[in-house]
Nanobody, 124 residues
Framework: QVQLVESGGGLVQAGGSRRLSCAAS?????MAWFRQAPGKDREFVAA????????RYTDSVRGRFTISTDNAKDTVYLQMNNLIPEDTAVYYC????????????????????WGQGTQVTVSS
């Protein structure tokens, strides 16, 4: 069983930046970030396939967020720039034992492991 531990959440002003980190206790082949805002369903944010570094983003964050990995540390990052209040949510890290094809990267059912979440609040 792989444990995922997120860090980096907090309060940030609109237009600001924040970097989230997720440390895995073991090897995963695909990692992703999802988020859940109050009263809403959990939604896909970004994913990265570690072999070849294929990435995928949801439309609302493309160009503002960047997902990356440090394979030596089994850590995935989410650099968030130009934050807006609509980005306020609990952000969850997810990991998969499989190296998924691009079309499957955005599906929560593709992931085997989940972190506890870290709150990001963007003030206007």
């Amino acid at each position: 069983q792989v444990q995922l531990v997120e860090s980096g959440g907090g309060l940030v002003q609109a237009g600001g930046s924040r970097r989230l980190s997720c440390a895995a206790s073991g090897r995963t082949f695909t990692m992703a970030w999802f988020r859940q805002a109050p009263g809403k369903d959990r939604e896909f944010v970004a994913a990265i396939r570690r072999s070849g570094s294929t990435t995928r983003y949801t439309d609302s964050v493309r160009g503002r967020f960047t997902i990356s990995t440090d394979n030596a540390k089994d850590t995935v990052y989410l650099q968030m720039n130009n934050l807006i209040p609509e980005d306020t949510a609990v952000y969850y890290c997810a990991g998969s034992k499989a190296s998924w094809i691009w079309s499957a990267l955005a599906s929560s059912s593709s992931y085997d492991y989940w972190g506890q979440g870290t709150q990001v609040t963007v003030s206007s």
